[in-house]
């Protein structure tokens, strides 16, 4: 895929703050699948639009475990090889 793609509409993109997962995707879909190397970890990206919307991240987690805002940190992700990150659009 290229740069317009999966940096806008599947909204995975570095930021000085971390990785963005903020997606602006078509009401239609129900979600995608994508998988992302940032900073030596393998992400495997999981976003769910159950309620079909263009925008907006009403929750993430990692691993499981709730994160706040859209951001992958440095934090998050320190000495990681591999991370299931899920989405819920809303």
Do not use: F, W
Request: aromatic share 4%.
């Amino acid at each position: 895929m290229d740069v317009v793609s999966t940096q806008y509409l599947l909204g995975v993109r570095p930021t000085l703050k971390g990785l963005l997962i903020d997606p602006a995707i078509p009401a239609q879909l129900d979600g995608y699948t994508v998988e992302r190397l940032y900073r030596g970890c393998k992400l495997t990206i999981q976003a769910e639009n159950p309620e079909h919307v263009q925008h907006g991240v009403k929750s993430m987690t990692v691993n499981g475990k709730q994160v706040n805002g859209a951001y992958l940190t440095d934090d998050l992700l320190d000495g990681c090889n591999e991370a299931s990150v899920h989405v819920l659009m809303g």
